[in-house]
């Protein structure tokens, strides 16, 4: 279990990914056993869209063997992006990426590619290449030591030197490490044509490649998605006794728990702990928040009403409305914050653990059969109808209209 240095990261808050932080771990092998401290990092990072938004800005990470880290942000807000930029694929940004030499690097994407002129087996057989090769040498060697002329000392330290790396890399019992995998993550009958295989059916192809390949870090893209709960389940538990190092990007509160740190792009904040630490500590800080945001509303109002009763003092009211316009700036990011909210009627539970939050401008559609909650949900963030567990945050000037 790592832990972030107290002084970069104060319990209960974030800091901003302007600190250089470190992701710590008490592991010290990965996937592939490279030693050493960081295996790789990102500094002063800076990618911007073509309509000049920018996505990052002087980001500084760092990262450890055996460290897992959750990424979370609200969609458009570049999760994705810095995990490209991390996979080495996106090369377009400002900055510096580096990786240890020789680290292996496993990215999942949201469309990944698979080999078309291979079925399913092999695509997945693409996977453990390294291993199969390493069982044939050790095989190899072991044959040799039969021939009548073997210089046994020198096919003894070979025979060693493999056997180590195949402990490594737990590679014994491949066949059922492939048969496993492939049932657990549901892929497609190894026989079948990949070109014909659906969208969800390609990535538990790639995902069932990835975990089998076994690379020092896993960049995983949404890995629950297509996934049933059996196998969601299956990969949490693989993810949790992983060696390496790993990144993923999910809204699965199940595998988020195996996580022992997040970043949350949008706004940089980074948490320690696993996803139910993550909430508390969201929560505090948007407690932090609301109390800044009444303390500029305030300051907000004053400038106003300074403008308004001074409108002959030009001078003046220009300064003065530079003011303004900085509060005006420099408020909150979000609309409605909802954390761990529950809520029974008549017996039945209608909402359960329920966490988001809503920022400006966003149009958020609530879908679900009859009975399901939504406007028991609306209810309570009108504040129509008390919750059971849990907040609702509202932001200023905020007001609810019922069509």
Known sequence: ?????????????????????????????????????????????????????????????????????????????????LMKVIAGV???????????????IGYLQQEPQLDPNKTVFENVMDGIKESTALLKQFDDVSAAMGEPDADFDKLL??????????????????????????????????????TVLSGGERRRVALCRLVLEK???????????????????????????YKGTVLSITHDRYVMKTRDGAL????????????????EQKRNRLSMDKKREAVRSRQLAMELEWVQTHQGNKKGTKARQRQIDELKNDGINWVLVVSNLSKTIDGKCLIKNLSFEIEPNSIVGIVGPNGAGKSTLFNIIAGEMDADAGS????????TFRG
């Open 1 to 81: 279990m790592w832990r972030l240095p107290k002084q970069h990261l104060p319990r209960g808050g974030g800091i901003s990914s302007s600190g250089f932080l470190r992701m710590m771990s008490a592991t010290n092998n990965a996937g592939g056993g490279i030693p050493g401290d960081f295996i790789a990092h990102v500094k002063d990072l800076g990618v911007s869209l073509p309509n000049g938004k920018k996505l990052f800005e002087n980001m500084n990470l760092a990262f450890l063997n055996g460290a897992k880290i959750g990424i979370l942000g609200s969609n458009g807000s570049g999760k994705s992006t």
């Open 264 to 279: 949350e792009r949008g706004n940089n904040y980074v948490y320690e702990g696993n996803y139910t630490y993550f909430l």
């Open 392 to 399: 609702v945050t509202l932001g200023n000037y905020l007001y």
């Open 157 to 194: 330290d070979e025979q060693a030197k493999l056997q180590e790396r195949i402990e490594l890399l737990d590679c014994w019992d491949l066949t059922y490490e492939v048969e496993r995998a492939m049932a657990a993550l549901r892929v497609p009958p190894g026989d079948s044509d990949v």
């Open 90 to 104: 996106n090369k377009d940004f400002d900055g510096e990426r580096w990786t240890k030499p020789g680290l292996r």
């Open 215 to 241: 690379p020092d870090i896993l960049l995983l893209d949404e890995p629950t998605n297509h996934l049933d709960a059996e196998s969601v389940g299956w990969l949490e538990t693989y993810l949790k006794s």
